[in-house]
Structure formats: structure tokens, C-alpha cells
């Protein structure tokens, strides 16, 4: 049986409603992101059928770890994310699993990314750093030299981007994107436009964790996707990764779907239908989130789909 999951809803500074166009009932505050799958502290799902209805992502993968091949790990391993940027998001940077341990109490470290879905006709991300080495970043960043000390890259809707952690980087203003991390919610703000919280206080920053783990290097921003037809279904694959491989199935009618590994994250993005595992008929439509486990064995998308699948 899929375990299907309730969104956590996170305010944000720079978030608004907009989100709630993706099938997402939202509360009143501002909403920046939604954590569509996690079983991070910081935000644990909630499963709402079957059996585990009630339990945390986090209690059945410690109690079940049968439904998710016993996979070696103590925590579950992925985030999935719903971003509204409706203004840019501070500038950051995140460390490695080795620096996360050491200073921020056994979380993970965090690589992480991003698909968009929307953009603004002059949407960017910063992505890297135009100093030549990271003694140069540190001493304009101790000068307060912001202006032109990151990357600007301009992004359209369907471009896909790897962060891997010691990157400085920032979503946008007027961006949506599906976002997925390693399971840490570990962030090193280094800049954020002067803003103030809801208390009128700066958010605080983390210049000294930054300067250890930020990494000077070349990295190509954008990754190119590989696309290919199946039985009338288009299957694009962003990314194949130690952390994640993330893949977008658009789906027309009915998909005969095997699941490449023992469990998959999977979130609706766009239109409706059914998914039908061992028989049994589940109603979904964009805003649905769900895992298939090691135990759904026959797996069929009906309906026109844009679903989002994930998994280690």
C-alpha cells in the first residue's frame, strides 16, 4: 500500500499563497515552502492511510524498515519540497555530512536540487562566486562587498539545477520549484538584503560556519536532461546521483510503472487520474504526495500526469 502524506506548511518571509494553485489548501500565513516528504524533526509527515494512518514518516521508518528494502540508513534519507519565492531567499551555502556531524549535532549535510517550474520573464538564481579563491571571498565578504560577489544565472521554467554542498547559492525572486535535499535542514546564511523578521531583527547569519565550508570551483550550473518516449509517455531524467535521481514522467493515459528501486518518492505536480497498486485504486491529482514501497509490486498511472519521482 502507498503511503500517502499529509504537507507540512512552512512560513516564510518571502513566501505568499501561491502555492495553493498546485492543490496545496493553504493556511493564512505566508507559505514559502512545503515539505511534501520528510521525516526530518524540523517536520515530520504525517501518514494519512492504511494502517500507519496517524504515524510519522519517521516512527514507520524506524519500525518498518521492511517496507523500504532495510535500507542501511538510520534516517530517512531524502526531503521533497514545494518552493514559493516570491521574493529572493537569502544567500547560502550548506556543509558536508562530515561538518554537519561536528557542529550541528549529528545532522546531515546537505546537497540538494532544484527543478523550475516557474519563472518570472527576468528570474535568476546565484549559483557560485566570481572571486578566484576562497581567501578572496572571505576578505570581501569581510569588507561587505555583496554587490558583485556572486553569480547571477538567468533561469526559465523546466531548467533543472544541481547544488552540491560548499556551492553559494539563492533561489530567485518569482520562482516555483520542486525541490529535493538530502534529509538536513542545515543552512549557513552569508547574505540576506537587510531584511528584518516579523519582530523587526535581522535574521541572523552564519558568516563563520560559511567561510569553513564554502567551496571555490567551476561547477556547470544547469544540468542538460535526457528525455525519451515510452509507450506514448514522456520520461526526462535530470539527474543520476549518489544522493538522489530525480525523473519526471508526463503521462497520457496508462503507464505501467517499475519501480527502479526498493521505495520511490513521488508528488503530483500537474492534472489528475488514479494510481492503481496490486488492484487496489488510489484517486491522486496535483498536490498529492506519496511513497511507493518495496511491497507495491504492480504499480499503474492512469490519467494525465505530471508526477515528480525521486529515490536513492
Not at 558536508?96 to 550541528?104: G, L, S
Not at 535530470?238 to 544522493?243: F, L, V
Request: with cysteine; glycine share 8%.
Amino acid at each position: 500500500m502507498p503511503l500517502f502524506l499529509d504537507p507540512i506548511f512552512k512560513e516564510r518571509i518571502w513566501g505568499s499563497h501561491h502555492l495553493s494553485k498546485y492543490g496545496y489548501s493553504l493556511p493564512e500565513s505566508d507559505i514559502g515552502e512545503i515539505w511534501t516528504i520528510s521525516a526530518h524533526p524540523h517536520g515530520d509527515s504525517v501518514i494519512l492511510n492504511g494502517p500507519f494512518k496517524g504515524q510519522t514518516l519517521s516512527y514507520v521508518w524506524q519500525t518498518h524498515k521492511e517496507l523500504f528494502g532495510d535500507f542501511p540508513s538510520a534516517q530517512f534519507p531524502l526531503m521533497v519540497k514545494m518552493i514559493d519565492a516570491q521574493e529572493a531567499l537569502s544567500v547560502q551555502v550548506h556543509p558536508d555530512t562530515a561538518y554537519a556531524y561536528e557542529h550541528e549535532d549529528g545532522d546531515f549535510g546537505k546537497k540538494e536540487c532544484w527543478y523550475i517550474i516557474e519563472a518570472d520573464e527576468d528570474a535568476e538564481i546565484i549559483y557560485g562566486l566570481n572571486t578566484e579563491s576562497k581567501d578572496d571571498f572571505v576578505k570581501a565578504l569581510d569588507q561587505g562587498e555583496h554587490q558583485d560577489l556572486f553569480k547571477h544565472i538567468p533561469v526559465q521554467a523546466g531548467d533543472f539545477f544541481f547544488v552540491p554542498n560548499g556551492i553559494v547559492h539563492a533561489i530567485g525572486k518569482g520562482l516555483v520549484v520542486y525541490e529535493v535535499t538530502q534529509a538536513s535542514d542545515v543552512t549557513y546564511r552569508i547574505y540576506d538584503y537587510e531584511r528584518v523578521d516579523a519582530q523587526g531583527q535581522p535574521r541572523d547569519m552564519h558568516i563563520d560556519k560559511a567561510k569553513d565550508v564554502v567551496e571555490v570551483r567551476e561547477d556547470s550550473p544547469n544540468v542538460i536532461p535526457e528525455s525519451e518516449i515510452i509507450e506514448n509517455h514522456k520520461r526526462t531524467t535530470y539527474i543520476t546521483h549518489d544522493a538522489f535521481t530525480v525523473v519526471k514522467w508526463e503521462i497520457t493515459g496508462t503507464l505501467n510503472y517499475m519501480k527502479p528501486r526498493e521505495f520511490c518518492l513521488v508528488t503530483v505536480l500537474h492534472g489528475e487520474g488514479q494510481l492503481i497498486t496490486d488492484g487496489d485504486v488510489y484517486e491522486i491529482a496535483s498536490g498529492s504526495s506519496f511513497i511507493l514501497t518495496s511491497e507495491d509490486l504492480d504499480n499503474i498511472f492512469e490519467g494525465d500526469l505530471t508526477v515528480m519521482i525521486t529515490y536513492v
